[in-house]
């Protein structure tokens, strides 16, 4: 485990953490006015390679920046923050004060858009951002040249084996209640919807699988998956030429059909490793977050609509009547869907230039 320690004065900053994969929804902005819950798991850090942070860049002020920094040219709004920058949870931060001119965002919280609003409380270093905004996930991101890291404990600590991650970890449903501010009532609101968490890690993917593509069309499987998945890839990809089938594949799955050259495989959630078959595959493998993917490959019945007084066993729980589905079909992150496109070497190919081009048209019919 590390902590982060101040790098003008030393003072510690967070409690004890251990590195995980950055979350698929870590850039995620999600409907208006909508209270999301806090980005990381307690005791628990990430990295965001690429920059972070303000200022912004324009293509037009910096020529070049989008390939050097790896990105398709036709991106705007580019980050101008450092790289490697930590991302924590609010509640991890230890000696730290906010900084009240720093306090940019909306109604409901701040964004962190004027830079860092965090100051270490020993010297005042300016240290990390606050991000608390309404439709923002709530996380500290940590200004990686302000802070640095020593180890405490055993640094040592192999990730865990699948077999124990299958087992142990609970599937995201795919839709749950959302909270917002306002609305008909006083005060706060819920209404059922698709999971945002779903939304963000099917952006992802469907960047990947129309990167894996070609452009030809892809079939996914019945179910879920193509409820998810399969209406995008059929608005986006030729209706023309061979079909490429993705499969889902995983640990304490069956090996999948040889003719899948796609495979929607877990990622592991401290590594961000994606699960490749024993002996390796020539399939291209699409990441999902292992939450999304065991319901996708293990799908509960249904949810409990509210959760029960006190702690239940599981299967009393399964007399819950099921909660009311959400009232539209469902919808990918676009964000997500743009920032991980921008992102893969193929981006730049015509044909998906104009899927980038077209975006806020499929936005608007309700694709994404």
Known sequence: MIVFVCAGCGAELTAPL??????????????????????????????EPGPWGPPWRRRDQFPGAAAALGIHPSADGLRGGTTDAFVIAPGDTRGTVLIPEKSSGYCCGLDG????????????????????????????????????????????????????????TVGTPPYEPITSWGGRQLGLYHWWSW?????????????????????????????????????????????DGPTSHAA????????????????????????GEPWAPAGGTSAYLVPLPLGVWLWLAFPEPHLPADPPPQALPLELLRDDPPPPPPGHLFRIDAGVFRHTLLRLSTSCDPWLRKVLENLPTHVRTGLF
């Open 113 to 168: 858009t004027d830079g860092p609003n965090m100051a270490c409380e020993a010297c005042g270093l300016p240290v990390a951002s606050r991000i608390d905004d309404c439709s923002l996930w709530q996380a500290v991101w940590l200004a990686p040249n302000a802070v640095r890291f020593h180890t405490v404990g055993d640094a040592t600590t192999a990730p865990l084996p699948w077999s124990e991650l299958a087992a142990g």
């Open 195 to 239: 999971s945002p968490r779903w939304e963000a890690a099917a952006g992802r993917a469907l960047a990947h699988l129309l990167a894996a593509s070609g452009g030809q069309p892809v079939s996914v499987p019945h179910g879920l998956t193509a409820e998810v998945f399969q209406r995008a890839l059929d608005a986006l990809l030729s209706r």
């Open 248 to 271: 889902l594949a995983g640990p304490n799955l069956p090996a999948p059909d040889t003719d899948a050259g796609l495979l929607l495989v877990p990622e592991h959630p401290e590594t």
């Open 18 to 47: 251990s590195r995980v994969a950055l979350p698929a929804h870590a850039h995620q902005t999600y409907g208006n006015g909508v209270q999301l819950p806090v980005l990381m798991e307690p005791g628990t850090f990430a990295v």
